[in-house]
């Protein structure tokens, strides 16, 4: 019995050593840390220290992976065999595609920005992939640094605080927007979003600005069982007020009860009320 156990011993001294090499061997890889998860499996992270700076390179399921990772964002940062990496060069490989990018921005602009952000002179790029490229005024920076855009369904979102919050919507586009109509891009990129180049023609519910004998005017329209107009108005207010009035008749009478509503910042509630008491909406809205 004794010469068994002394067998068992010896054998399980031989796996601790097996395993205790392995160990050091892919510790020996550059830029290579051995992990373990909470449920024991074990994993592997990879980094690099660039400028006095330690950057986090991702997890991997391989010390060889990680290994790999690490010389790829080593090659775009010290170079390799004299040739400058670019963005364009990224293909499918060890090291991820905003890894990708944040290790030429920080090689190109000496500062490492989490995400696939790029710096640009008072502003910055956001790469989606190779071919979509987002374009924010340098103010956004500090945001995108620590919301990351997702793309589901040619939707763009952030996910905050457990909610996922349009990025069209933070620059004042509305979810019933239509493109060419309610807002439009400047210089006709649908992905640039610094500032001066998004244009809100029709800024609120129901709202649309038209072009009648040459003067504009403004036409309020809510959807019942199709578009009923409710009004043309010479003042964008007025025709977002006349839109919150066409909704409080048609609640009131049972017609519906989850219209939006238009918020106005730039008058008081006193004025509001004034002008919610003049304003005259079709005789059809009660009717209906």
């Given at each position: 019995m004794?010469k068994?156990?002394?067998t068992?011993?010896?054998?399980s001294?031989?796996?601790n050593?097996?395993?205790?090499?392995?160990?050091k061997?892919?510790q020996?890889?550059?830029g290579?840390?051995?992990?373990?998860?909470?449920?024991?499996t074990p994993y592997?992270r990879?980094s690099?220290?660039y400028?006095?700076?330690?950057i986090?390179?991702?997890s991997?399921?391989t010390?060889e992976?990680a290994n790999a990772?690490?010389?790829?964002?080593?090659?775009?940062l010290?170079?390799?065999g004299?040739?400058?990496?670019?963005?364009?060069?990224?293909?499918?490989g060890?090291?991820p595609f905003?890894k990708?990018?944040a290790?030429i921005?920080l090689?190109?602009?000496?500062?490492y920005?989490?995400?696939p952000i790029?710096?640009r002179n008072r502003y910055f790029e956001?790469?989606?992939?190779k071919d979509?490229?987002?374009r924010?005024?340098a103010?956004?920076l500090f945001?995108?640094?620590h919301?990351?855009?997702?793309?589901?369904g040619?939707?763009l979102?952030v996910?905050d605080?457990g909610?996922?919050?349009n990025?069209y919507?933070?620059?004042?586009i509305?979810?019933?927007?239509?493109?060419?109509?309610?807002y439009?891009?400047k210089?006709n990129?649908?992905?640039d979003?610094?500032s001066g180049?998004v244009?809100?023609v029709?800024p609120y519910?129901?709202?649309?600005k038209e072009?009648?004998?040459?003067?504009d005017?403004f036409?309020?329209r809510?959807?019942v069982?199709s578009?009923?107009?409710?009004?043309h108005?010479?003042?964008?207010?007025?025709?977002a007020?006349?839109y919150?009035?066409?909704?409080?008749?048609?609640e009131a009478?049972?017609?519906?009860?989850?219209?939006n509503?238009n918020?106005?910042?730039?008058?008081?509630e006193?004025?509001?009320k004034l002008?919610?008491?003049?304003?005259?909406?079709?005789?059809?809205?009660a009717?209906?």
């Amino acid at each position: 019995m004794t010469k068994t156990g002394s067998t068992k011993t010896a054998g399980s001294g031989k796996k601790n050593r097996a395993a205790g090499d392995r160990e050091k061997a892919e510790q020996r890889l550059a830029g290579v840390y051995p992990a373990v998860k909470k449920d024991g499996t074990p994993y592997y992270r990879a980094s690099l220290t660039y400028s006095s700076k330690h950057i986090s390179l991702g997890s991997f399921d391989t010390a060889e992976a990680a290994n790999a990772a690490y010389k790829a964002a080593a090659a775009i940062l010290r170079g390799e065999g004299g040739r400058r990496i670019t963005i364009d060069d990224y293909d499918e490989g060890p090291l991820p595609f905003e890894k990708w990018i944040a290790m030429i921005n920080l090689r190109d602009n000496g500062i490492y920005c989490r995400g696939p952000i790029y710096l640009r002179n008072r502003y910055f790029e956001y790469y989606l992939d190779k071919d979509t490229i987002l374009r924010f005024d340098a103010s956004e920076l500090f945001y995108y640094t620590h919301h990351s855009i997702q793309r589901r369904g040619g939707h763009l979102f952030v996910a905050d605080y457990g909610s996922q919050l349009n990025v069209y919507a933070r620059y004042g586009i509305k979810s019933f927007a239509v493109c060419g109509k309610d807002y439009y891009f400047k210089n006709n990129d649908r992905y640039d979003f610094r500032s001066g180049n998004v244009v809100i023609v029709n800024p609120y519910f129901g709202v649309t600005k038209e072009t009648v004998r040459a003067r504009d005017t403004f036409t309020t329209r809510i959807h019942v069982r199709s578009d009923l107009i409710v009004g043309h108005y010479s003042e964008l207010t007025d025709a977002a007020i006349a839109y919150n009035k066409a909704a409080d008749i048609l609640e009131a009478a049972g017609v519906r009860s989850n219209f939006n509503r238009n918020y106005l910042e730039d008058i008081s509630e006193a004025e509001y009320k004034l002008r919610y008491a003049r304003i005259k909406v079709s005789k059809r809205i009660a009717k209906t």
